[in-house]
C-alpha cells in the first residue's frame, strides 16, 4: 500500500461512522449493551449496522469482539481482518486479531498483527499497559511492589508455570523488541525474568530441547531489549559470572565450527552485544532459527552494516570547537535514540496534507541524530531533497539503515558542526533544529548559522528546552554531582538505582520519562555535557531581534484547549506573553521541549 491509498485509508476510519444517518446511535447503544453483558443485543445492533453499511469498521470491530468474547476465536478473527482489509492502519484491530490468532494456536499470524498494532501506537496507549494485561505479569508486579524494597524470592515469585507463561506472552516478546520499556517495577520484573532464564541456560551443556523453545525467544527478545537499552538492567555478581561462562562456550563453539545452541547465544546476547564478541562475524555463517533471526540481524548485522558506512560518510564542516567535541563523543559511544519499530504507518496515518502553501523543496534537519525525527519530516515531504547533518558518525550511520530501509531515497547525510553551517553555500525551504541548539556552546548564535540558509519565507522548526519544565533534571545533575557520577555505563546505573531506592515523588518527572530507560537516553537527559534551557521571554526577545514571526507551537491538543479556556482570543495562540503567562501557572506544558516554527519577517 502506498502513501496516497494509507491516507485514503486513515479518512476512511475516520468518516465511517457518520456514512449513514442512524449508525451512529446504533454503534453507541451497541457499545453499551456490549459493556452492559447484553451481548446478543450487541451483536444484533452491529448485524443491523453491517447490513446498511458493510464497510463500517467500528462495527465489525465490536461484533467481532463480541465473538471473542464469546471463545468464537476463529470468527472473531474472520472479522478482524476484514476490518483490517478496509483500515489497514487501526491498531485496535490488529491487536485484537493477534489476541485470537494465538488462542487459536496460529503464533506467527499473532506476532505479525502484534507488532503492527505496536508500531500504529496501539490506538495513543502505552505498550505497558497491555503487557500488565496478562494477568500472571500483573501478578508479578503486585508481589513485588507489596514487598519493596526487600527481595522476593524466585520461587514466590514467579510460583508453579508462572515463567513458562511469561515466555509464551507472544505480545511481551514483540513488546521487547520495539523500545525500551518503562517502568520501576517492570523493570525489575524483566531484570529478574533474564536472571531466571540465565540460570536455566547455564545448567544446560547441550542444545535447548525443542519443547522449551519459548524460552529460547523470550530469552532471545529479551536480548533485543537490552541492546535497545543499552544493557541498563542491573545484574548481580552471579550474573556475570554466569554470562562469562556461557560467553566462553560460545566462543568455544563457533570456533569449533560446529553447532552454536541458539540458548547459549541468546543467554550471552542477554548481557553483551554480539557484535563485541571476538570473531563476531563467524556467527554469521550458521542459519538460525527465526526467533533468533531477528537478534543476530540487530546485533551483528546492523551494527557491522553501520561501522562501514560510518567510513562513507562525508563531512560538510570541520569540527574543531571544545564543547562540540564534547558533544561528539557523547553521541559516538552513545547514539540517541535506539528505535526499532518501523514507524512508515504510524507516520502516514498522522501527517496529513496539512502543509500551508507549497510544500518545501529543500530541506535541512540540523542535528538528526538516529533519525527517528528525519523519518517523519521524509514521509511528510516525499518530494523534498533532505540533507540531514549531524555531529555524530555512528548516529548518522544508524539513521541512513534505517532510512534506507524504508526505501526514501532523497536524503543526502554529512557531519557537520552547526556553528559553521553557514559556510556550506546552501539554501532550503524549511530548516528543522529539534533538541539540538540547546546542546552548542552558543545556542543562539547556531540558530542564527541556520537562518542564514533559509530562503526568503522559508520557515524553521526550533526545539528548545523550557527552564521551568526541566527542574527535575537540574535537581539530578545536582545529585550527580554532590554523589560524584560520570558519564559512564556504571555510574548511569548506579544513578538509576538510587533514583528507584528514593522514597516519595521527587523523582516522579525523571522515571516517568521514557529517555530514563536507555543508557544513551539517560546520559541525553543526566548527564549531556552542555545543556542550555529558555524562558518564553528569552525566545520572544530573539525572535523580535531577528525579525521572525512566531507562527505557533506543535504539542498536545489538550494543552491547547486549556490555554484557549484561559486566553479565548484566537491570537493569543500566536502570543507568547501569553504563553509565558500560562507556562508560569502549568510549569510542565512543555515538558518535552518548546517545540515551535517561525518566518523571516525581513530578508
Given amino acids: 500500500m502506498n502513501r496516497k491509498e494509507r491516507r485514503a485509508a486513515s479518512k476512511r476510519s475516520i468518516a465511517a461512522p457518520n456514512g449513514a444517518e442512524g449508525l451512529d446511535e446504533m454503534l453507541a447503544q451497541a457499545r453499551h449493551h456490549y459493556q452492559q453483558g447484553a451481548l446478543t443485543t450487541a451483536e444484533s445492533l452491529c448485524k443491523r449496522i453491517l447490513t446498511r453499511e458493510s464497510a463500517h469498521v467500528p462495527a465489525l470491530n465490536l461484533a467481532a469482539v463480541i465473538a471473542q468474547s464469546a471463545g468464537r476465536h476463529r470468527v472473531a478473527a474472520k472479522m478482524f481482518a476484514q476490518a483490517i482489509a478496509l483500515d489497514p492502519l487501526n491498531a485496535a484491530c490488529h491487536f485484537n486479531l493477534a489476541s485470537s490468532s494465538q488462542l487459536i494456536g496460529e503464533h506467527q499470524e499473532a506476532l505479525e498483527h502484534f507488532k503492527q498494532a505496536i508500531a500504529l501506537g496501539l490506538s495513543g496507549k502505552n505498550v505497558e499497559d497491555f503487557i500488565v494485561q496478562n494477568q500472571a505479569i500483573a501478578a508479578c508486579l ?41 517502568g520501576k ?27 522449551n523453545g519459548s524460552y529460547v525467544a523470550c530469552l532471545g527478545a529479551l536480548a533485543e531489549q537490552c541492546f535497545l537499552n543499552e544493557y541498563i538492567y542491573e545484574q548481580t555478581d552471579e550474573e556475570s559470572c554466569l554470562a562469562l561462562r556461557l560467553r566462553e562456550l560460545l566462543l568455544t563453539q563457533s570456533a569449533n565450527g560446529g553447532p552454536v545452541s541458539p540458548l547459549t547465544l541468546v543467554a550471552v546476547a542477554a548481557y553483551q552485544p554480539l557484535h563485541t564478541l571476538p570473531n563476531a562475524e563467524a556467527l554469521l555463517s550458521s542459519k538460525w532459527a527465526e526467533t533468533v533471526a531477528g537478534l543476530v540481524r540487530q546485533q551483528l548485522r546492523e551494527p557491522l552494516q553501520e561501522r562501514r ?37 504510524t507516520a502516514a496515518s498522522v501527517l496529513q496534507d496539512d502543509t500551508d502553501g507549497a510544500a518545501p523543496q529543500d530541506i535541512l534537519i540540523a542535528g538528526c541524530g538516529t533519525g527517528r525525527h528525519l523519518f517523519h519530516t521524509s514521509w511528510r515531504f516525499p518530494e523534498a531533497t533532505v540533507l540531514a547533518i549531524d555531529i555524530s558518525l555512528p548516529s548518522l550511520a544508524y539513521a541512513q539503515r534505517k532510512i534506507r530501509e524504508a526505501g526514501l531515497n532523497r536524503v543526502e547525510f554529512a557531519q557537520a ?38 530562503r526568503p519565507n522559508g520557515e524553521m522548526r526550533v526545539g528548545l528546552y523550557s527552564e521551568a519544565a526541566r527542574r527535575a533534571v537540574v535537581a539530578a545533575r545536582e545529585l550527580i554531582v554532590a554523589r560524584g557520577y560520570h558519564a559512564t555505563h556504571d555510574d548511569i546505573r548506579k544513578l538509576r538505582q538510587e533514583i528507584f531506592r528514593d522514597s516519595g ?44 514571526s512566531f507562527l505557533g507551537f506543535d504539542g498536545d491538543p489538550k494543552v491547547r484547549e486549556r490555554f484557549q479556556r484561559k486566553f479565548p482570543q484566537p491570537a493569543a495562540l500566536l502570543d507568547l506573553d501569553c504563553w509565558h503567562a500560562f507556562e508560569i501557572e502549568n510549569p510542565l506544558t512543555f515538558r518535552q521541549m518548546y517545540v515551535f516554527s517561525v518566518r523571516r519577517l525581513r530578508n
Fill in 142 to 182: 503486585d508481589r513485588l511492589e507489596t514487598k519493596w524494597p526487600m527481595p522476593v524470592a524466585d520461587a514466590e515469585l514467579f510460583g508453579a508455570g508462572t515463567l513458562r507463561i511469561l515466555a509464551d506472552d507472544l505480545f511481551l516478546r514483540c513488546a521487547l523488541q520495539s523500545a525500551p520499556l518503562r
Fill in 505 to 548: 515523588d521527587r523523582w516522579q518527572w525523571i522515571t516517568s520519562s521514557a529517555d530514563f530507560y536507555s543508557i544513551s537516553g539517560c546520559r541525553d537527559l543526566l548527564f549531556n555535557v552542555m545543556e542550555h534551557r529558555f524562558t518564553l521571554p528569552q525566545i520572544k526577545a530573539f525572535l523580535v531581534q531577528e525579525g521572525l
Fill in 309 to 345: 558506512e560510518c567510513k562513507a560518510i562525508s563531512a560538510l564542516t570541520r569540527i574543531e570547537d571544545t564543547v562540540s567535541l564534547q558533544v561528539m563523543q557523547q553521541y559516538e559511544e552513545n547514539p540517541y535514540p535506539r528505535w526499532a519499530v518501523d514507524p512508515v504507518a
Fill in 417 to 454: 558542526d552547526i556553528i559553521k553551517i553557514g559556510t556550506i553555500g546552501r539554501n532550503f525551504d524549511l530548516i528543522e533544529a529539534v533538541g539540538v541548539l540547546h546542546h552548542l556552546a552558543d545556542p543562539l548564535g547556531g540558530w542564527r548559522s541556520l537562518l542564514s540558509l533559509l
Fill in 185 to 211: 517495577m517492570l523493570e525489575i520484573l524483566l531484570t529478574r525474568v533474564r536472571c531466571a532464564l540465565l540460570r536455566i541456560a547455564a545448567a544446560s551443556e547441550a542444545e535447548f530441547p525443542d519443547d
